[in-house]
C-alpha cells in the first residue's frame, strides 16, 4: 500500500473547492477591511494622507513586512517566534558597535547580522525540533539570551554610530517609496512563489497541516521546522538593517514590539496558529492593515499612555473579529 493512501489524504472535489473558498476568503479579509478603512481616512482624517506620514508608514511596513515574512514561515509550520526582536536588537548593536569611527566595515557587519539571525534562528529550530522544547518556551528562552548577550558586550552602555551610507535605504527612494519597501515587497514575491509554486513550499504547508502525514511521505519535518526558523532569523536581521537605516541612532531594545506586532499582522493576514495555512500576501495585508489602525491612533490628539491603550485594544478587537470571519464555513 502506497503511503500517500489513507484517510489523511481523501479530499473531495467538493472540499478541496470549499478550501479555495475559504482561502480566498481569508486572504481577501484584510484587504477589503485596509480598502475600507483608507476611504473613510480620507473623510475623517485627511492628515493622514500627507506626504511625510506616508513615508513613515511605508517605512515601518517595510519593518514589520520583514519580521512578518519570517513570522509567517514558523507560523506555517506550528510554531512561533518570540526572539525576532532581540536579533533586530541585536543587528543594530553590531552594525554601531563595527563602525564607530567610520564605515569601512559595513558590509563586514551587515554579513554578521544576517549570521547573528541565521545563528538563533537555528538555536530556536534544533531546541523545538530535536528536543522537543516548546516553541514559546525555546524562543523566549533565546531572547533573553541575546538580550543578555548585548548587555555584556556593551556593558548596559551601547556605543557606535549608525554609518551614513546605510541611512539612503530608508531614506532615499523613488519618489515617496523608500528603498526599504522595494526590498521588503521584492522579499514577499519570492517567498510567494516558493510558497505556491516549490517543493520547499509544499513540505512546510505538509508539515503544518499533519506532521506525522508528512512523514509518512518521505518528508523529514527536522529539516523543514530547523529552515524555517533560520530563515525568519534571517529575516528579522533584515528587519532589523532596515530599522537602523531609519531610526539612525542606537537603542538596545527597540525591536521589543516587534515579537507580538509581527504575531499579529500574521494572523490578521489569515496566517493559522495550528498551522499549514496563510500566504505572504495575506501577511502582508494584515501588516497594512494593522500598520494602518495604529497610525490613525497616533495621529490623534490622544496623551501617549492613552494610545497605548487603544493600540492594545485595536490590536485584540482586529485580530478577534479575522478570526471570527476566517472559521466561518464557506458557503
Not at 125 to 138: H, Q, W
Not at 150 to 174: E, F, H, M, Q
Request: proline share 4%.
Amino acid at each position: 500500500m502506497s503511503a500517500v493512501q489513507g484517510h489523511d489524504h481523501v479530499q473531495t472535489p467538493a472540499s478541496g473547492e470549499s478550501r479555495m473558498r475559504q482561502s480566498s476568503r481569508r486572504y481577501a479579509l484584510p484587504g477589503v477591511g485596509g480598502a475600507v478603512v483608507m476611504i473613510l481616512l480620507a473623510i475623517l482624517v485627511p492628515s493622514f494622507y500627507r506626504t511625510t506620514n506616508l513615508h513613515v508608514l511605508m517605512q515601518e511596513c517595510a519593518t514589520l513586512g520583514l519580521v512578518t515574512l519570517g513570522q509567517l514561515l514558523v507560523l506555517l509550520v506550528g510554531g512561533i517566534d518570540l526572539s525576532v526582536g532581540a536579533v533586530m536588537n541585536a543587528t543594530l548593536i553590531t552594525i554601531a558597535e563595527l563602525n564607530q569611527s567610520n564605515d569601512h566595515l559595513l558590509w563586514a557587519s551587515l554579513a554578521l547580522c544576517v549570521g547573528i539571525g541565521a545563528a538563533v534562528g537555528l538555536a530556536n529550530g534544533l531546541l523545538v525540533s530535536l528536543r522537543d522544547v516548546p516553541p514559546f518556551a525555546a524562543t523566549l528562552g533565546m531572547t533573553a539570551v541575546v538580550q543578555g548577550a548585548i548587555l555584556v558586550y556593551t556593558k548596559g552602555v551601547p556605543a557606535g554610530n549608525i554609518p551614513n551610507s546605510l541611512r539612503p535605504v530608508a531614506l532615499d527612494g523613488i519618489g515617496i517609496v523608500p528603498y526599504s519597501l522595494m526590498i521588503c515587497l521584492g522579499s514577499a514575491f519570492v517567498l510567494a512563489f516558493v510558497l505556491r509554486r516549490g517543493t520547499f513550499g509544499r513540505k512546510i504547508y505538509a508539515v503544518g497541516r499533519s506532521p506525522r502525514v508528512a512523514w509518512r511521505v518521505a518528508i523529514t519535518t527536522t529539516n523543514v521546522r530547523v529552515t524555517a526558523y533560520v530563515v525568519c532569523g534571517i529575516f528579522a536581521s533584515l528587519a532589523g538593517i532596515v530599522l537602523s537605516a531609519y531610526v539612525g541612532y542606537v537603542d538596545p531594545e527597540i525591536g521589543g514590539n516587534y515579537n507580538l506586532e509581527s504575531i499579529a499582522a500574521a494572523v490578521l493576514g489569515g496566517v493559522a496558529f495550528t498551522g499549514g495555512e496563510g500566504g505572504a500576501v495575506g501577511a502582508l495585508s494584515g501588516v497594512l492593515f494593522l500598520l494602518v489602525l495604529l497610525n490613525v491612533v497616533t495621529l490623534s490628539s490622544l496623551s501617549p499612555y492613552t494610545q497605548l491603550i487603544v493600540q492594545g485594544g485595536v490590536m485584540l478587537v482586529a485580530v478577534s473579529v479575522f478570526q471570527f470571519f476566517k472559521k466561518r464555513p464557506a458557503i
